[in-house]
Structure formats: C-alpha cells, structure tokens
C-alpha cells in the first residue's frame, strides 16, 4: 500500500472510532478535499458545522473557520490540523479598531466578513460571507448607511447592490486583491471564448471585467449548470480541482496562476491523521467572547 494510501485508511478508520467529520475548504489541496466529508465556501461550511451531529469536527481550511465552527459548537471538539493556518486579512482588523468605528459611527450596523477573528466578530452587529453579503445589507430596512469589516472590495461590491452608503475598512485578501485588470486582459486574449468568473474579493477594476461574481460555491454551481465550455476562473487555485473533477467535458483556466493562498495549502494528510489521534490543534474561543460573536453569525444564518 503507497503511503498516501495508508494515511487514507487510517483517517478513515480514526474517522470512526472518534465519531468525526471531515470539513474542507474549496480551496484546500484536492487530496484534502476528495477524503473530506463535506466541502464548500465559508458560508456553506458554517451551516455545516451548525448541524453536524459529530462529536469532533476537523476543520481543514484557515483558523477563523474552524473558530467559526467552536462558536457555534462550544460542547464539540474542533481541531485545525495545521495550527499556523491563519489568514492575512483577519489579521487586519483589531477588536480595538472595532470600538474606535462604533465611536466614530454610534448605532451604525457593523456587518463583518466571517474572515475575521472571534473577538471582532464580538465587537459586530451581524457577520457576513461572500455568498450573501448583499442580503445581509438588505437586511437593513432602516438604516442609511452600514459599515463593513475587513475587506475593502468586498465593501465595494456590496455598494454596487444597495442605495445605503457603505463605509469600509480598508483591509484585503493578499491574493485577490493582487490581480490587476491588466492580468485579466492578457488571460483573456489567451482564452477569448472563456467566460471570467470573479470573487467579489477581487479588485473593482476586475470585477468590470467580470461576467460573473461568485462566492467558491457558487461558482461551482454556475459552471455545473452553464453552457459554456470554457472559464476563466478569478480566485484561489484550489478551486480548479472540484471545477474540473465535476465538469470533465468543460476546461478551467486560472485567470492567473499566482492566486495561491500558501494558509489553504498547509495542511496534510498526515496532519489530519495526527489531529484524529491527538484531538488537536484544538481550537477554543472563550466563553464571554463566543457568546457575543454567536450573536453575530447566528443573525446572519437566520437572513
Ligand atoms: P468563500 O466564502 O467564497 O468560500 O471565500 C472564502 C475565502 O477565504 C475567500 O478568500
Ligand atoms: Fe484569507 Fe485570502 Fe487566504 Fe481566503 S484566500 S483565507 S481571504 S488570505
């Protein structure tokens, strides 16, 4: 038996013993993603880790994701195979900043992107994902204006879709907002009958350009149920792997093959393997934060 094999067969008998479940992350490594349970994009994997019945839930994708999973699970195991898995733009934004914008905006919703850490999910009104952020501004009857958390272009995305004025903060995902129109261009000169499907954490000036704006999942199921054979695919790399597993008569093309997010490819096999045996990296949020930032995503899981 080859070594990947045996590390399979262990997962899958430790899987098991310890009543687990298996989550990835679309951009995880495709290997991660085929012996995974459940895959899909944050918003997914949220609601997933919601309504697992698992006692141990081994969340393969970035630490906000798997703290999101211990807040909504605080009497479940969730462990982060690789514990160094982080995200640069959680990294952006301070509880302290959080306080300082309520100043500044007294009673103004504050809507966070779930990339985000459990202590300025506390500080929010309502947290969001790339899947539904232009609900959860919606979701604002009343209010003139919202502030949204992190990510700048995901900021300006929403206020494409709504008459309130959106104030932002001016954090980035490092590998969307890298891509320049430029890049799209000469991709598509390279693949004139590829339709171009973007995150909305990607630039303005690239969402333009785009024919599509989805979250991860959504692209997958824009590209199962197209009618184009081609695509140019405008976000993290991992994604290819379901897209072309999935559509094996279509071609996908990365828009550029530098959109690599190094946090999503840390964890192995072997790292799945260990966390099974050990029960760790555990991760924990403690109690009077998580029930703040419970608040948060339990509001935007009711929208
Ligand atoms: P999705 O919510 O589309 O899965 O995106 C998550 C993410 O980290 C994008 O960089
Ligand atoms: Fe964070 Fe960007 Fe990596 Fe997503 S792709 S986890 S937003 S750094």
């Known amino acids: 038996m080859s070594s990947t094999n045996r590390l399979i067969a262990d997962i899958a008998k430790l899987r098991k013993e310890k009543k687990a479940v298996i989550l990835a992350h679309n951009y995880q490594p495709g290997i ?10 944050s918003l997914e994997l949220s609601r997933r880790a919601r309504d697992t019945d698992a006692h ?10 798997a703290e999101t999973a211990a807040i909504l699970n605080p009497d479940k195991v969730v462990v ?46 309502v947290c969001c994902t790339s899947a539904n952020v232009n609900r959860v501004v919606a979701s604002f009857k009343e209010e003139k204006a919202v502030y949204l958390v992190p990510d700048q272009n995901l900021a300006l995305y929403a206020a494409r879709h709504t008459d309130k004025k959106v104030y932002y903060w001016n954090g980035y995902c490092p590998v969307h907002h890298r891509l320049t129109a430029e890049a799209v261009r000469r991709a598509r000169e390279s693949h004139p009958d590829a ?12 969402l ?57 490819k840390k964890i192995t096999l072997a790292d799945i393997v260990r966390s099974l045996e050990t029960l760790t990296p555990r991760v ?20």
């Open 56 to 65: 141990v839930i081994v969340f393969c994708g970035v630490h906000f994701m």
């Open 32 to 41: 991660i993603q085929d012996i995974a349970d459940l895959t899909g994009d």
């Open 284 to 303: 924990q949020v403690p109690e009077a934060i998580r029930l703040k930032a419970l608040q948060a995503v339990e509001r935007m899981l009711q929208i």
């Open 195 to 206: 339709v171009f499907v973007a995150h909305p954490e990607c630039r303005p000036e690239v």
């Open 208 to 264: 333009d350009l785009a024919d599509v704006i989805t979250s991860t999942s959504g692209m997958l199921r824009f590209a199962k149920e197209s009618t184009h054979r081609a695509f140019l695919i405008g976000t993290e790399t991992g994604i290819l792997h379901p897209l072309r597993r999935d559509n094996p008569d279509k071609a996908f093309y990365p828009v550029s093959p530098q959109m690599v997010c190094s946090d999503m």
């Open 80 to 125: 982060l195979p690789s514990p160094t898995a982080g995200c640069a733009m959680a990294d952006m934004i301070t509880a302290q900043d959080m306080r300082r914008i309520r100043e500044e905006h007294p009673g103004m919703p504050i809507v966070t992107y779930v990339n985000s850490t459990a202590e300025v999910k506390a500080e929010s009104t």
